[in-house]
């Protein structure tokens, strides 16, 4: 029964989400039982480039740190915005989610040659979380019961919790900067005199990715909570 429930709850997390999030634990959990090192994951572009070790440029995203604190806080996070993601703003449109993906991994892997980072998947996950929050702006966060601000801060006061935590900044001044290159192309510059969409979705990730209809048994998270927790919970202004 509880294996039931656990696979119908699974599948009804949106595929982008599910694969990503299934792809990281599975990812910490080879690490964990020894089966790979994170030696064999990071991001080395000598190794990339040289010796053609070429699956460095997608497991760099794939390991968050050993099971810990760090980790579970990453995963929530990740999970939560990038679902609500895709269950908002992109309901529908898989193929441009998947699209979003590969646009900022390929630009954050360009930056990635020239800051010392060997594992990018915390950045990548602030991408999203700024990409999220740009696009809700009115939403009302409060952050471990202590903070009270609007969603457009939320990137910024993960920047802060981060260097309290003795973190570098580096990694989430490269996430926003990703996520906010994403955000000005696609829904800043469209709308400006003279702009226009410099983004476009090629056509077979459309035919690959989009399907003709929605399933209509399809329940969304509300995005008006989207936080979840006492540290990331919001509201609506106004609601």
Sequence with gaps: MAYQTFRQEYLQVPPVTRAYTTACVLT???VQLELITPFQLYFNPELIFKHFQVWRLITNYLFFGPVG??????????YRYCRMLEEGSFRGRTADFVFMFLFGGLLMTLFGLFVNLVFLGQAFTIMLVYVWSRRNPYVRMNFFGLLIFQAPFLPWVLMGFSLLLGNSVIVDLLGIAVGHIYFFLEDVFPNQPGGGRLLRTPSVLKAIFDTPEDDPNYN????ERPGGFAWGEGQRLGG
Excluded at 69 to 78: S, T
Excluded at 220 to 223: A, K, T, Y
Aim: glycine residues 0%.
């Design 69 to 78: 604190f760090n980790f579970l806080f990453n995963m929530i996070f990740l």
């Design 220 to 223: 969304p998270l509300p995005e």
């Design 28 to 30: 910490t959990a080879a």
